[in-house]
């Protein structure tokens, strides 16, 4: 059965919650390099609207996985 949050000891909660940051700036940045992928595909066939909108949305997604990565260096 699981635990419920608040019977979990601080210590224990903090270290749980600073891996799954990880795991998520991680999954983000795997997201990112996705949309670069698309945006390079979309360049080379021409479609630029495309690729513009890939760009944007690597950098978006950048731009999460820094904030992810800023709250894990804050912990340790």
Known sequence: MR???N???KQEYDD???YATLRM???IQRLA???ISKMREADN???YEKAEVHDFNSRALS???DIYYEII???D
Do not use: N, S, V, Y
């Open 45 to 47: 066939k021409g479609d």
């Open 7 to 9: 019977t979990i000891p």
């Open 3 to 5: 635990r419920t949050i």
């Open 16 to 18: 749980l919650m600073k």
């Open 63 to 65: 731009r999460m996985a």
């Open 25 to 27: 700036h991680r999954k």
């Open 33 to 35: 390099d996705e949309e």
């Open 73 to 75: 260096k804050r912990e």
